[in-house]
């Protein structure tokens, strides 16, 4: 029951980062074309990622609460992208390219397609 509590408490904290981070970005950027915000979001979520991912695999670094709060839970929340991108990587290195190209491919495509049917579903039923 604590890891949940300690999850929980990051996926608080990471949501409320993204919602202040990404609207400060695209405020700043002054654009309502494209969203800089999310971008700006889900990059520093795949570098952060990367970074604690490595300092923890590499060097011991945290405590495995300290991961689930900072990864499970912070960047969970923050921005699933990083861990996507994360898993990809593992993969890379792992010596399965392959398998790493077929998941990014099916990740962005059926997002992409989830997105529209779940867009699509919702006109149909509130029209």
């Not at 904290?13 to 981070?21: D, N």
């Amino acid at each position: 029951m604590l890891n949940i509590v300690i999850i929980g408490l990051g996926g608080f904290l990471g949501a409320i980062s993204r919602f202040l981070v990404a609207g400060i970005v695209q405020d700043w950027s002054g654009s309502i074309a494209f969203p800089y915000g999310t971008l700006v979001v889900n990059l520093t979520g795949c570098l952060l990622i990367g970074f604690l991912s490595e300092m923890a695999a590499a060097y011991g670094f945290f405590s495995p609460q300290t991961r689930l709060f900072l990864m499970v839970g912070f960047l969970g929340s923050f921005t699933t992208f990083s861990t996507f991108e994360n898993e990809a990587l593992f993969l890379v290195k792992s010596g399965d390219t392959t398998l790493a190209l077929v998941d990014l491919a099916v990740h962005v495509l059926s997002g992409l397609a989830a997105v529209w049917f779940g867009q699509t579903l919702a006109h149909l039923i509130w029209r």
